[in-house]
T-cell receptor, first 117, second 114 residues
Framework: DTEVTQTPKHLVMGMTNKKSLKCEQH?????MYWYKQKAKKPPELMFV???????INESVPSRFSPECPNSSLLNLHLHALQPEDSALYLC????????????????FGDGTRLSIL | AQSVAQPEDQVNVAEGNPLTVKCTYS??????LFWYVQYPNRGLQFLLK??????LVKGSYGFEAEFNKSQTSFHLKKPSALVSDSALYFC????????????FGQGTELSVKP
């Protein structure tokens, strides 16, 4: 069992729909991450939140909108997605992202498999 | 910029034999190295990390990794492979010059046959 919980596990949506992915952790971690992963490829970083503030946006298209309502929750709002956005979306968390915590691992959820029709 | 390379897309091993999954790194400063495993339809699971001073690092599920500074390698090893070890393995380095981002290798698919 993973300590990072992602819902839903699967999502099928049309290109005009609006949906949200949810991620939750209760490990007291203060850094949270969204990744996109294509089959058999490494995860690609999308966003990083640190202490509930967006600290890294890897030039992600605006049709993806992250939100961190509190230290345990991370959302990814989706709107007007394209077929190429079909992928596994992974959430991760770590204790912190500063230099003092550089050897702390990230803990991943099992992801949401997103299919865009 | 920091980087890691996994030179093998796929590794095939017979059950009971030792396995090695290779990773080489290029870093400036101290290396913050990790191994993750991804089973089908699952997220990435942390296996082990390099701790400064320990050239042999032990991790989960009987895995260990050997850090070699002169060869800039951090190979993942297991003395006796299990069929259940079949999965996708990623080596990663934390790049503190890029806000602590994890930089992943391309992944190695391990197949263990009975």
């Amino acid at each position: 069992d993973t300590e990072v919980t992602q819902t839903p596990k699967h999502l099928v949506m049309g290109m005009t729909n609006k949906k949200s992915l949810k991620c939750e952790q209760h490990m007291g971690h203060r850094a949270m991450y969204w990744y996109k992963q294509k089959a058999k490829k490494p995860p690609e970083l999308m966003f990083v939140y640190s202490y509930e503030k967006l600290s890294i946006n890897e030039s992600v298209p605006s049709r993806f909108s992250p939100e961190c309502p509190n230290s345990s929750l991370l959302n990814l709002h989706l709107h007007a997605l394209q077929p190429e956005d079909s992928a596994l979306y992974l959430c991760a968390s770590s204790l912190d992202r500063g230099q003092l915590y550089s050897n702390q691992p990230q803990h991943f959820g099992d992801g949401t498999r997103l299919s865009i029709l | 910029a920091q980087s890691v390379a996994q030179p093998e897309d796929q590794v095939n091993v017979a059950e009971g034999n030792p396995l090695t999954v290779k990773c080489t790194y290029s870093v400036s400063g101290n290396p913050y190295l990790f191994w993750y495993v991804q089973y089908p339809n699952r997220g990435l699971q942390f296996l082990l990390k390099y701790i400064t001073g320990d050239n042999l690092v032990k991790g989960s599920y009987g895995f260990e990794a050997e850090f070699n500074k002169s060869q800039t390698s951090f190979h993942l090893k297991k003395p006796s492979a299990l069929v259940s070890d079949s999965a996708l393995y990623f080596c990663a380095v934390r790049d503190m010059d890029q806000g602590g981002k994890l930089i992943f290798g391309q992944g190695t698919e391990l197949s263990v046959k009975p």
